[in-house]
């Protein structure tokens, strides 16, 4: 049940207990005076109807004496002592009474006794609670739907505040709840975390800003000496010790070429070159200029035929992207699954989506959880590595608009899925 119809169900049902409570209170309030007007009448009744049995010798006011239906309680007063008793017997049209009793004389005199129908006051008390309950359930009818408008309003702010915090969780951080909740007229608990929202995402937003910058420095200033260091292999006599300066070398500068990519990632300074291309054939060069040993497969009618060289694909199948970011993604899913997983590495080609599986040990549970992290590789089987290549292409698929799946095969192994948008 949502947040709106709780609260809706709650001023329901406390309605309801106060009309009940007030019901009840009316209710009892009426009948105790009921019953102390009858008491009141019976009282008089029976002075008067004394004044005229003994001035007269005749009954009057439907006085009767020693009645066969008088309460035990009153057959026996004291002298001059007017008492009343409530009688609840119902006979006939008569219900519930009141009886007023008095001596006529000394002791062993007879018993003047006066009988008051409570019926008709009984009826108006059944007839008040009847338009009470109708007016508690019309008052309910109209104040249930304010009440679920009401909680509307409330829980419509807090989805707006929900999804805000949703869409700064998966990296946008320039998602605000809006001046119609950060500023609104008055403060209240949900403005109040509204701003904390915004607040939370500034603070985000600036340290993350200051990361990337700082990476972004870091990269741009390494990327002239690192040169410098290329160059100056070039100088060195050929040998062992060359080849391996090299070799490092070069993996410094691929990592200053990674860093400055993902900032450009960060900055959202990338945008596609979108071209018509065969995706079967952006797909095996891509895995060919890896130089890895990679089988490539295009999926069809769930039959997988295998590419023998890059001019084998069918160029029929063709979709619409950036061909060099797609063999961007493509080769560092690839790399990653050598570099981390095991052989046989496959790549499967179906209509829009390219598959790249390794039978290693798959990827690690907080990476799936979590997403890639840079310069974090997961386990210690994973291998060694940066942990960039996957956020590059975690990247470059958001700038295609395509989706990047990570996942473990039920069998073993790293699975990752690129769906191509249409």
């Known amino acids: 049940m949502s947040l709106r119809w709780k609260i809706a169900a709650l001023a329901a049902t406390t ?18 005076d009921v019953r102390s007007r009858a008491e009141m009448e019976a009282t008089n ?17 439907g006085a009767e004496l020693d009645p066969a239906d008088l309460p035990t309680a009153l057959r026996h007063p004291a002298d001059d002592d007017r008492r009343v008793a409530y009688d609840g017997r119902v006979e006939g049209n008569l219900g519930p009474s009141v009886w007023g009793a008095q001596r006529v004389g000394g002791p062993g005199s ?27 359930l019309v008052s309910l009818a109209a104040a249930l739907p304010l009440a679920v408008y009401g909680a509307g309003l409330v829980a419509r ?28 007229r008055g403060r209240d608990e949900v403005t109040d975390i509204a701003a904390t929202v915004d607040l939370m995402a500034d603070s985000l937003g600036r340290r993350l800003r200051i990361e990337r910058q700082f990476t972004a420095d870091v990269a741009h200033e390494l990327r002239t000496p690192v040169g410098g ?50 995706l079967a054939a952006v797909v095996a060069e891509a895995v060919a200029r890896t130089g890895l040993d990679t089988e490539v497969g295009v999926t069809e009618a769930r039959q997988v ?61 907080d990476l799936l959880l979590d997403g890639p992290r840079r310069f974090r590789t997961g386990a210690a ?42």
């Open 15 to 32: 309605a309801c207990l106060v009309a009940l409570a007030v019901g009840v209170l009316v209710h009892v309030w009426t009948a105790m």
């Open 45 to 61: 009744t029976v002075y008067s109807a004394m004044d005229v049995y003994r001035r007269t010798g005749t009954l009057a006011g």
């Open 110 to 136: 007879p018993v003047l006794a006066v009988r008051i129908n409570m019926s008709p006051q009984l009826h108006d008390l059944r007839r008040l609670d009847a338009s009470m309950a109708v007016a508690s």
């Open 157 to 184: 702010r807090l989805r707006r505040v929900a999804e805000t915090a949703a869409r700064i969780s998966a990296g946008d951080l320039d998602a605000r709840t809006g001046p119609a909740l950060g500023h609104a």
């Open 229 to 278: 260091l290329l160059a100056a292999t070039d100088l060195l006599p050929p040998g062992e010790t060359e080849d391996l300066l090299r070799a490092r070398v070069r993996d410094l500068r691929g990592l200053v070429e990674d860093l400055l990519e993902i900032s450009r990632l960060d900055a959202g300074a990338e945008a596609p070159v979108r071209a018509r291309v065969p």
């Open 305 to 365: 035929e295998p590419l023998e060289s890059v001019e084998s694909v069918d160029t029929a199948a063709t979709v619409e992207t950036d061909p060099r970011r797609l063999e961007r993604i493509v080769g560092n899913l690839v790399i990653n699954a050598h570099r981390h997983g095991r052989t046989p590495v496959r790549v499967t080609v179906e209509g829009r989506t390219v598959v790249v599986r390794d039978h290693g040990p798959g990827f690690p549970a």
């Open 381 to 422: 089987e994973r291998g060694a590595g940066h942990g960039l290549g996957l956020t590059i292409a975690l990247g470059q698929a958001r700038v295609l608009g395509a989706e990047l799946r990570l996942d473990n095969a039920p069998d073993g192994g790293a699975v990752a899925t690129l769906r191509l948008p249409r």
